[in-house]
């Protein structure tokens, strides 16, 4: 896995013509954006904020897609379990 | 992959999964029961017309082939696939409905299937966030 990783990200530089250390920097920056919609999306599932809070800070887009990723693994543990 | 008696995957789907390093790339090689099928351009676009749901080729591909073989269970991950199967007609599942499968029926044991689980959140490209997984292994632990 790390090898596949170091070797990306050798890819991106070589196609962005940046050096490693901005690429990383960037997917830093993202990263944390991304755990941060992450920890309101988990705020909201369970029950902590509500949906309007919710997508005041993260956009519908993103709370439907957590609602509808939430329902099928939800119908998944069912039917694995019971079905 | 002992869940299921025969596993087929399009050609597409083999392609972008057997990828060095990729996660799941030495069990699907590896694996007895899978098959890879190709699916015909007309075929897929038959399919295709049938839906209302833009998808990427393997996924396309996949349903081409449910559609072909008349299979019970059509396997994605993906959330429009999932919907576009559905319209289809045919029962869908994912990566946790396959891991839960696996435990109730004793081919892992829980700390492998909680394992499993986690893997989705923190190696799979999936989108499912850390408390959904929770609710996964919460209602498992019950079982």
């Keep these: ?83 | 992959m002992k869940v299921f008696t025969k596993i087929y995957i399009p050609e597409r789907v083999y392609e972008e999964v057997c990828v060095e390093g990729m996660p799941g790339e030495r069990e699907v090689r590896s694996t007895e029961n899978i098959e890879v099928l190709s699916v015909s351009k007309e075929e897929i676009e038959k399919v295709s017309n049938k839906i209302d749901l833009k998808l990427d080729d393997g996924e396309l591909q996949a349903l081409t082939l449910c559609n072909r073989l008349k299979v019970e269970i059509f396997l994605t991950d993906d959330l429009d696939a999932r919907d576009a199967g559905k319209q289809l007609g045919f029962e869908v599942h994912g990566s946790v409905g396959v891991i839960a499968r696996a435990y109730r029926e004793g081919s892992i044991d829980l700390k492998r299937t909680k394992r499993a689980l986690e893997d989705l959140y923190s190696i799979s490209k999936l989108f499912v966030t850390k408390a959904i997984i929770e609710d996964a292994i919460k209602e498992l632990e019950m079982f």
């Design chain 1, 1 to 83: 896995m790390e090898d596949v990783v170091l070797r990306e990200l050798e890819t991106l530089a070589k196609e962005r013509k940046e050096d490693v250390a901005t690429i990383i920097a960037n997917a830093v920056k993202i990263g944390i954006e991304k755990i941060r919609q992450e920890t309101i999306l988990e705020r909201y599932l369970k029950k902590l904020i509500t949906r309007e809070e919710a997508i005041k800070l993260v956009g519908t887009e993103l709370v439907k897609l957590a609602e509808r990723q939430r329902d099928a693994v939800l119908e998944d543990v069912e039917w694995g379990l019971h079905g």
